[in-house]
């Protein structure tokens, strides 16, 4: 399709595992941002990429949070050592590189639970 | 700190009406601004936007207006359809910088 596609769609692991959740991006989109939402709570900020630049990394919450682009496309968004507050909905979006004044295009986003 | 707000957690209107969400915000640095609208299960979908150099801008039914000097901005609906239950988050930005701010939401319902 044309839009951002992420996988998972649903992701339920055990406290103490490792996860890798997946986002593609509209084709020809070089920002690329990772949002988590938690029960309740607004759009938190993780990461953000543009092009090869040097990622945003100013919002992942711990070192156990760490994130990827290969090839300036596809993005992993990799949580080690789970806990259950990591527990949320994972959002990728992306967006046109014109200019800066452009909205984001999310995907359906992935519904992490740690049991 | 939480630099985009949406004091109201839910909002209720009949068929036909307007619906009028608000948005407050600190920042006086942000000079972009989004109304997203997001069904379960689903992702945000981008709704309208606006600029600081204008205080309205319109898309249909949609109309949302810039206060600048309150730091605030509201969402018109007019008139109101069922299928615009749905929570809508606003969002900020600055060209100064890559995040994009964003409110808790307001979870509209709309009645028949």
């Known amino acids: 399709g044309a839009g951002v596609s992420q996988s998972p769609s649903n992701k339920v692991t055990e406290k103490g595992k490792d996860v890798e959740l997946r986002c593609d991006p509209i084709?020809?989109?070089?920002?690329l941002y990772w949002y988590r939402q938690s029960l309740g709570q607004g759009l938190e900020f993780l990461i953000y990429f543009q092009g090869n630049s040097a990622p945003d990394k100013s919002g992942l919450p711990s070192d156990r949070f760490s994130a990827e682009r290969t090839g300036g496309s596809v993005s992993t968004l990799t949580i080690q050592r789970t806990q259950q507050e990591d527990s949320a909905v994972y959002l990728c979006?992306?967006?046109?590189?014109?200019?800066?004044?452009?909205?984001?295009?999310f995907g359906d986003g992935t519904r992490l639970s740690i049991l | 700190d939480q630099q985009v707000k949406q004091n109201s957690p839910s909002l209720s209107v009949q068929e036909g009406r307007i619906s009028i969400l608000n948005c407050d915000y600190t920042n006086s640095m942000f000079d972009y601004f989004l109304w997203y609208k997001k069904y379960p299960a689903e992702g945000p979908t981008f709704l309208i936007s606006?600029?600081?150099?204008?205080d309205k801008n319109e898309d249909g039914r949609f109309t949302v207006f810039l206060n600048k000097s309150a730091k605030h901005l509201s969402l018109h609906i007019v008139p109101s359809q069922p299928g615009d239950s749905a929570v809508y988050f606003c969002?900020?930005?600055?060209?100064?910088?890559?995040?994009?701010?964003f409110g808790t939401g307001t979870s509209l319902t709309v009645i028949p």
């Open positions: 606006i600029s600081s150099i204008k």
């Open positions: 084709s020809g989109h070089t920002a």
């Open positions: 969002a900020a930005s600055s060209n100064t910088g890559n995040q994009f701010y």
């Open positions: 979006a992306s967006s046109s590189p014109d200019r800066w004044d452009q909205p984001q295009h």
